[in-house]
């Protein structure tokens, strides 16, 4: 969503991160995604590092579009809020639900395939009502996610909570606030090549790429 917003063309490359293969090592020795190369500058390792480079690099030139704000303390809001959704909702949620429903399926049993974990997943399940009352709270009292106007938090939120919507696995009768978001959030072009992915060997929920869900 960030590299659409601001307008950067990228090749998309499936790594199956399980594999640890050298060559995707050299570029990240943690082993994770996302990993970005532009040109012949260094590999750029992690979400929030793309944001801020995208920033950095194209910025100014947004305009309006600009997904960071000025003022320092807006600006460490966006920042904390980025930290949350790509750190911690990310332990505690997506990365269950990704490893034990859609990385399995495909993962050989030598490397960890095999069965989801259910008291996993519950635990999961259980997180996911506590970010998403936090996720109504945030946008409740506020136009956008870290204040007046749109920003990387947005988009590191929406994309994470998408992860989770694919399974449907999200509880949104439980908050209004949060589901009027995410619908917003839905109708961003930036957002539609993501409603258009699907996992290998895992099927959509059936409202996953309703904008009017």
């Known amino acids: 969503m960030a590299l659409a917003e ?3 063309k990228v090749e998309l490359v499936t790594e199956h991160v399980w594999q640890n293969r050298e060559a995707f090592l050299r570029l990240n020795p943690a082993g994770e995604v996302p990993v970005v190369i532009e040109n012949d500058g260094p590999p750029l390792c992690g979400a929030n590092v793309i ?6 690099t194209r910025g100014y030139a947004a305009g309006k579009r600009r ?3 000025d003022n320092p303390d807006a600006r ?3 920042r904390r809020l980025c930290e949350w959704f790509l750190s911690k909702f990310h332990a505690e949620v997506s990365d269950p639900y990704v490893r034990e ?3 399995k399926v495909e993962m050989p049993a030598g490397a960890g395939g095999g069965a989801p974990d259910s008291a996993s997943l519950r635990t999961a399940r259980q997180n ?8 109504g709270h945030l946008v409740s009292k506020r136009d956008w996610i870290a204040g007046d106007a749109i920003s990387f938090a947005d988009l590191a939120a929406a994309t994470a909570v998408s992860v989770v919507d694919y399974l449907g696995e999200v509880p949104w009768n439980e908050d209004d606030a949060a589901r009027s978001w995410y619908a ?8 539609r090549p993501i409603l258009a992915e699907i996992a290998r060997g895992v099927r959509p929920a059936h409202h996953y790429a309703d904008l009017d869900f």
């Open 67 to 69: 997904m960071m704000p």
């Open 101 to 103: 429903r859609i990385y």
């Open 6 to 8: 601001y307008d950067t």
């Open 76 to 78: 460490a809001e966006v």
């Open 128 to 135: 996911m009502r506590h970010h998403l009352r936090y996720l």
């Open 51 to 56: 944001m801020e480079y995208l920033e950095d």
């Open 184 to 191: 917003r959030m839905k109708s961003r072009p930036s957002f």
